[in-house]
């Protein structure tokens, strides 16, 4: 069951950047922390990005900190995924993710989306 629908996706140039956006179908996400994944083919789900309901704090896996920012607009219900400095190897399907616990593990996320695209061309 889809909850979550994620924009923002396609193609770039390494070293260009994308903003990600993730919505909530139906019911908002007020108090839910907001994450991001991705995914390769062939390859298990990645924690990429996480944000506390209340904004206050976040965290990044390693490899995308300092590139990629995660923010929220409560107002609005929506997450978003800026990616700067894109890499070749950010090529991935991003997946937005929400639960109730501060937790990175993909097996506890509640709530889901289809995941959008991104592919980074040199």
């Known amino acids: 069951q889809v909850q979550l629908v994620e924009s923002g996706g396609g193609l770039a140039q390494v070293g260009n950047s994308l903003r990600l956006s993730c919505v909530p179908a139906?019911?908002?996400?007020?108090?839910?922390?907001r994450l991001w994944f991705r995914q390769v083919s062939g390859k298990e789900r990645e924690f990429v990005a996480a944000?506390?309901?209340?904004?206050?704090?976040?965290h990044y896996s390693h490899s995308m900190k300092g590139r990629f920012t995660i923010s929220r607009d409560d107002a609005n219900n929506t997450v978003y995924l800026q990616m700067n400095n894109l890499k070749s190897e950010d090529t991935a399907v991003y997946y937005c993710?929400?639960?109730?616990?501060?937790?990175?593990?993909?097996?506890?996320?509640?709530?889901w989306g289809k995941g959008t695209l991104v592919t980074v061309s040199s």
């Open positions: 944000i506390t309901w209340s904004g206050s704090t976040t």
């Open positions: 993710a929400q639960a109730r616990d501060w937790t990175f593990e993909s097996a506890a996320m509640e709530y």
């Open positions: 139906e019911r908002p996400s007020r108090f839910y922390h």
